[in-house]
């Protein structure tokens, strides 16, 4: 409804990710953030999803203190025109300091969510569900309670 040509597109070129966005998994949305802005550290809730970021106005690089960090590895910067994908499952944050002598400046991105390539369950109703059921049957080995307990010097 509101940017038709842009849904038109999406619909005729992108079909994993609006396929995901209408099984309820995930977006496309334009995210606009000003300068002075921190997205705290945030992990994604499947990592049956990427996600992709397409340069729409970028007013600074990353060496000038506009850039997204994933999984602790070096932060990258977005460019007009390119598309920055990760798997959002593993932690990430975005900051765009203010660096802007009192202008407010704008990152605009499409943000768009789209099915992980391996997923099995792509554009099903119950993708959910079924891939809930199958990781129950996923024999998962984890350590023991206590060796994630701090040791607690006796007194």
Do not use: Y
């Amino acid at each position: 409804e509101h940017f038709p040509e842009t849904v038109r597109i999406l619909q005729a070129h992108c079909r994993d990710a609006t396929g995901l966005a209408f099984c309820g998994g995930g977006d496309v949305i334009f995210s606009v953030l000003t300068s002075g802005t921190r997205l705290r550290p945030h992990c994604g809730p499947s990592n049956s999803r990427l996600t992709c970021h397409l340069g729409i106005k970028v007013p600074r690089s990353c060496e000038q203190g506009c850039f997204i960090r994933v999984a602790g590895e070096e932060p990258r910067g977005w460019e007009e025109g390119s598309c920055l994908v990760f798997d959002d499952s593993f932690e990430h944050e975005v900051i765009c300091e203010d660096k802007s002598n009192g202008f407010l400046e704008e990152r605009v991105v499409l943000l768009a969510n789209f099915w992980h390539p391996d997923f099995e369950f792509k554009n099903d109703p119950d993708w959910r569900q079924r891939s809930d059921e199958m990781m129950a049957s996923v024999d998962v080995e984890s350590l023991p309670q206590t060796a994630m307990m701090k040791a607690v010097p006796a007194a």
